[in-house]
């Protein structure tokens, strides 16, 4: 479990920032360009699409691990 959580957890975490970034809905974005002007529900949507993506890419990488621990 520690083998599979541990990278799985700073995969998805980076993954995540990444994505936000890419997006321009870091917090970062938030801070110096208010977000490029878009609006809530803009921001929601690409929020849950950086978790989306990351998770997917978390499983994908963690899955081997997930299978020989079970």
Known sequence: MLMRDGPGFGIYFMG???NKRH?????WDRE???????SESQISVRRFLSGGVAGC???TIAYPADTIKT
């Open 23 to 27: 997006l321009g809905v870091s917090d």
């Open 16 to 18: 995540f920032e990444f």
């Open 32 to 38: 110096h360009h208010n977000y490029y002007g878009m």
């Open 57 to 59: 890419l978390t499983w």
